[in-house]
Every structure is written in structure tokens, then in C-alpha cells.
Antibody
Framework: QVQLVQSGSGLKKPGASVKVSCKTS????????MNWVRQAPGQGLEWMGW????????AYAQGFTGRFVFSFDTSVSTAYLQINNLRAEDTAVYYC??????????WGHGTLVTVSS | QSALTQPASVSGSPGQSITISCTGT?????????VSWYQQHPGKAPKLMIY???NRPSGVSYRFSGSKSGNTASLTISGLQAEDEADYYC??????????FGGGTKLTVL
């Protein structure tokens, strides 16, 4: 069965960077593209974009360009979300969600990133 | 891409039926039959409940059903149970080759 294990929660200072990992198992990593979804405290879900795990091409949603970087390492079946120059408004839970269709059947457990001085 | 519009909250008594609406545009909900619904309990990851407007994944109760008319999709939960109390989100694929979520609806089982 598909399993997604995300890195642990963390506290970061404004201006720092964070790299969230999403280790996958139970399927061939390149079968599904990897999506990232943000959920700010008490707020709804926001689709951040996705990365094609065959070509490596990322696509970022509006509002998630510039400071956000999707990547992956096929050798360890792991996808990454890096956020640079962190701001207080980046405080949120970040989910990975692999998909090869038009919905998200599988979700990671989420990684809480807190940005505070 | 603006978020899909959902009511902030709905409520119902055990055994009753409720419907949550999800209104988009002709560029998302109205364009494709790629509307999905997710249930999220506090502190948990979302769970897929309906995909492609009206299909239920294996393991999801028959009490959950979906439909669509024009730019508005709906999720109906029949025979409400206490464990249905959660936040519900709709999502749609869009003509911008992206996904958009609704703002979420908090379901309270009275």
C-alpha cells in the first residue's frame, strides 16, 4: 500500500530556509507526479503546484513562485519542498500528495512549519 | 485562480441528510467532471471521499454521494453520524492546468 512519511515539524526564523521531505513507498515513485498542498492555521487547503517525477518539470501555482522549490531524489523515492526566505505567513502545515489523475487519493501526514523570531 | 465557494458551516442531526455546495466557474467546476471532495478531521490529513463528481473510492461509505449541475457541485451525506463531523473541501481541476480547492465547510452533527 502507498505510504508517505513526511519530515518532522520545525521552528524557523524569518529569512531562513526549510526543506520538507516526503518519503514514499508502496508504488513506483515515477508513476505519480507529486503535488504539494498548504494549510495555514485555521485555514483551508491551497494547491501549491506539482512536479513531474519523470521529467523533473515543476509547475507552481500563483502565489508560490520564486521562493518555493520542488525537487526529488528517485534513488530514495523522496520528494522535497524547499521554501527560501521564510516569512511569518509561511507558517502552515504542508502536505505532499502523489497523483496520476485529477484527484488526490493519497496524502502525507503533514509537516508543520512555524516561522517566528 | 480564485478558491471555489463553499458555505462556511452546515449542521444536521444524526440520521438526517445534509448537502454541501461548491460553486466555481466555467473554467473549473463547469468545464470538467473532475470535482473531488475531501474530509478532514482536526489534526489529520484530508481523506478523499468523492472523485470525478460522483465516484466513491473503495472503503468510503455509500452514505456519501456527489453530483454536479453547471458550475456548482454538491456533496450529500445521508444518515448523518457523529463521526461525520469534520471539515469538508471540494476541489476541481481547471483550464489553467491546475487545481483549486474550496474554502472548506465545517459540518456539525448536533
Amino acid at each position: 500500500q502507498v505510504q508517505l512519511v513526511q519530515s518532522g515539524s520545525g521552528l524557523k526564523k524569518p529569512g531562513a530556509s526549510v526543506k520538507v521531505s516526503c518519503k514514499t513507498s508502496g508504488y513506483t515513485f515515477t508513476t505519480y507526479g507529486m503535488n504539494w498542498v498548504r494549510q495555514a492555521p485555521g485555514q483551508g487547503l491551497e494547491w501549491m503546484g506539482w512536479i513531474n517525477t519523470n521529467t523533473g518539470n515543476p509547475a507552481y501555482a500563483q502565489g508560490f513562485t520564486g521562493r518555493f522549490v520542488f525537487s526529488f531524489d528517485t534513488s530514495v523515492s523522496t520528494a522535497y519542498l524547499q521554501i527560501n526566505n521564510l516569512r511569518a505567513e509561511d507558517t502552515a502545515v504542508y502536505y505532499c500528495a502523489p497523483s496520476d489523475s485529477y484527484y488526490f487519493e493519497y496524502w502525507g501526514h503533514g509537516t508543520l512549519v512555524t516561522v517566528s523570531s | 485562480q480564485s478558491a471555489l465557494t463553499q458555505p462556511a458551516s452546515v449542521s444536521g442531526s444524526p440520521g438526517q441528510s445534509i448537502t454541501i455546495s461548491c460553486t466555481g466557474t466555467s473554467s473549473d467546476v463547469g468545464h470538467y467532471n473532475y470535482v473531488s471532495w475531501y474530509q478532514q478531521h482536526p489534526g489529520k490529513a484530508p481523506k478523499l471521499m468523492i472523485y470525478e463528481v460522483s465516484n466513491r473510492p473503495s472503503g468510503v461509505s455509500y452514505r456519501f454521494s456527489g453530483s454536479k449541475s453547471g458550475n456548482t457541485a454538491s456533496l450529500t451525506i445521508s444518515g448523518l453520524q457523529a463521526e461525520d463531523e469534520a471539515d469538508y473541501y471540494c476541489s476541481s481541476y481547471t483550464t489553467s492546468i491546475s487545481w483549486v480547492f474550496g474554502g472548506g465547510t465545517k459540518l456539525t452533527v448536533l
